[in-house]
């Protein structure tokens, strides 16, 4: 069969004329804004975990993977539908400033702007979001659920353009902190498109919280571990 003729076949077939086939799925799928996430979430679901367990491992990947728009020491705000139920719930997973900050501080030095750095931080709420999710909906432990996450933040992965990009747009203000300097900007520079984008404190984060709900679960079970 010739192009055209493959074509005209799927338009009539109501198609788009092309030699990807439609995504479809017999017992499972996972979607993300990077491919490795949605492959961290697949590989949840082929071990047998819930989708409440897969769209952890896919959210905490994301962090690690494109770590310019997502962060593991953000936000992340949660809706989940539960089929069995037919009920949507939401965990709101922001961060809120701690409990002593003084917005007059704020007013009388800063004009009413919240400068860049400490001041501007928010205590994090992501792996409490992604916490809360596994406990009240999931089935797996958090060590298992970021197992890719850790992997990719402690081996690297391949660096691709848009995060490149979004690095080389701000390395300005990433130089105005050293021990951010020396994770996004290596060698003095945005990574390159390619190279190996590693993060290792943030890997080792990780893998500490994985290592202490281990401890624990192993001898107060899951719910105490987590």
């Known amino acids: 069969m010739t192009n055209e003729a493959l074509s005209d076949a799927k338009l009539a077939l109501g198609e788009t004329a092309s030699h990807r086939p439609a995504l479809r799925g017999t017992r499972h799928m996972a979607v993300a804004g990077h491919y490795a996430a949605a492959h961290a979430a697949f590989q949840i679901l082929e071990a047998g975990g819930n989708a409440f367990d897969a769209g952890v491992a896919g959210g905490i990947a994301l962090g690690v993977l494109q770590c310019d728009i997502v962060n593991v020491a953000g936000v992340a705000p949660i809706i989940l539908y539960d089929a069995k139920s037919r009920q949507v719930h939401s965990i709101s997973g922001l961060g809120t400033w701690p409990r002593l900050a003084d917005a007059e501080v704020f007013r009388k030095e800063y004009g009413g702007a919240i400068p860049e750095g400490l001041l501007r931080t928010v205590v994090p709420a992501a792996p409490q979001a992604w916490i809360t999710t596994l406990q009240r ?78 401890k624990v679960a192993k001898s107060s079970g899951r719910a105490a571990g987590l």
């Open 137 to 214: 909906f999931g089935t797996l432990s958090f060590g298992e659920v970021a197992s890719a996450a850790i992997r990719f933040a402690r081996e690297g992965f391949p660096m691709f353009s848009l995060l490149s990009d979004m690095i080389a747009v701000s390395a300005d203000r990433y130089r105005r902190w050293p021990s951010s300097a020396s994770i996004y900007l290596p060698n003095g520079q945005a990574p390159k498109v390619g190279e190996i984008f590693v993060q290792t404190d943030l890997a080792n984060s990780l893998q500490y919280m994985a290592d202490e709900e281990r």
